[in-house]
């Protein structure tokens, strides 16, 4: 018997303890210190969720679905062994689209077979509360999986970083988005296949097209973006199988990464409905790097470095995405060390999109074991580079460009930026002169007087840094 139509008291007990769980994890992950808690409760969760699920629906073939959750352990499990964190972004993307993937696949399984679904009299029609959140479901879905493998192929670097930009984007987007609503309102009087297929096949496309033209400092809320609809894909389709917990999970997950993207907004400076309607953030500008880059500048060594950061009574250390791609973090805390060790004050400036997703930064330092009281936010820490040192800039660039703060014809301009420039000395680790941000746009933080460039990769200049300290 279907579990809309007997529901021992019990299972929504269970379903309650498990939405408790979820609602801790999400508490625990708010702090570095309680995010191994939180974890653990979202675990736990989860799995009072599915064996609930397993035990109160009547299964064709247990089994088969064993061995379902088997397979997809096991590469799960293989896949968090193996992962490199610098690869974490393009990981959280790929599984954002499965989400997405599956929410499509559950719907497609429903409209094929409604009546062991429960959504549907004897003779195969559809409820139309159902095919409400059937439709919404796969079109939300649809949406999830094709912007998630584009964000994949961008931070992978299988696609340009820069944004794509289409013309007449803006009557496109909003033309499609209007015709999936409509065909949605008609497959609530017509259940036909055709109607089906067009939803799905132009959710598909919209998502691709509102995730092109997006540039690369803006990723970070692409990602979280994303795992906001994935949630509310998976909420619809708990609607589709009366399964409560499906609905609690999706609407948390869902409503989390809404806010988290509309606070990351905040911090950048952007219009929350421009994320939705895509493109935001991606308008040709100036700063091309590769012209500006025969202006005077300072190259300094890694003995130079050692010898400034030791003489100073604060370092700001501000860590980016070079950081993570050299795998840098635990030679930065080993440098640290040593600088706390001749009484320097040592601190980090963690931009809110410093990376390719939210916390990226965060996460890496916390790998380091880099205490959790040195690690602060732009809000709290920008007004102190005034007062510092040295400011140590390792692989961020976007993050620390004023351009954003003055030059209205540039892709960043607006976002809130780390104002490294108002230390005494600014140390910026670079492979060359040559590149520029995922952005692509060139910071003239290079071409200050108080600017030493540091130019190699960033986990050897750091560990020769080290060796220069030690002697």
Known sequence: MHEALAVPAWVGFAYLIAGVCFVLALRGLSSPESSRRGNRYGMIGMLIAVVTTLITHEIASLPEILIAILIGGSVGFVIARRIAMTAMPQLVAAFHSLVGLAAVLVAGAAYLNPIPFGIADLDGVIHLQSRIEMGLGVAIGAITFSGSVIAFLKLNGNMSGKPIMLPGRHVINLGTLALILGLIAYFLTDQSTWVFGAVTALSFLIGFLLIIPIGGADMPVVVSMLNSYSGWAAAAMGFTLHNTAMIITGALVGSSGAILSYIMCRAMNRSFISVIAGGFGAEAGGGGGAAQTDRPWKRGSAEDAAFMMKQAEQVIIVPGYGMAVAQAQHA????????????????????????????????????????????????????????????????????????????????????????????????????????????????????????????????????????????
Request: aromatic share 8%; no cysteine.
């Open 332 to 471: 930065l805390r080993e440098m640290a060390d040593l600088l706390k060790k001749e009484g320097v004050t040592v601190k980090y400036a963690i931009h809110p999109v410093a990376g390719r997703m939210p916390g990226h930064m965060n996460v890496l330092l916390a790998e380091a074991n880099v205490p959790y009281d040195e690690v602060f936010e732009l809000e709290d820490i920008n007004g102190e580079f005034a007062q510092t040192d040295v400011a140590f800039v390792i692989g961020a660039n976007d993050v620390t460009n004023p351009a954003a703060k003055t030059d209205k014809t540039s892709p960043i301009y607006g976002m809130p930026v780390l104002d490294v420039e108002k230390a005494k000395t600014v140390l910026f680790v670079k492979r060359s002169m040559g590149g520029v941000g995922y952005a692509g746009v060139d910071n003239d933080v290079f071409y200050m007087d108080n600017t030493m460039m540091l130019l190699a990769d960033a986990k050897k200049m750091v560990e020769d840094i080290v060796k220069a300290m030690a002697h």
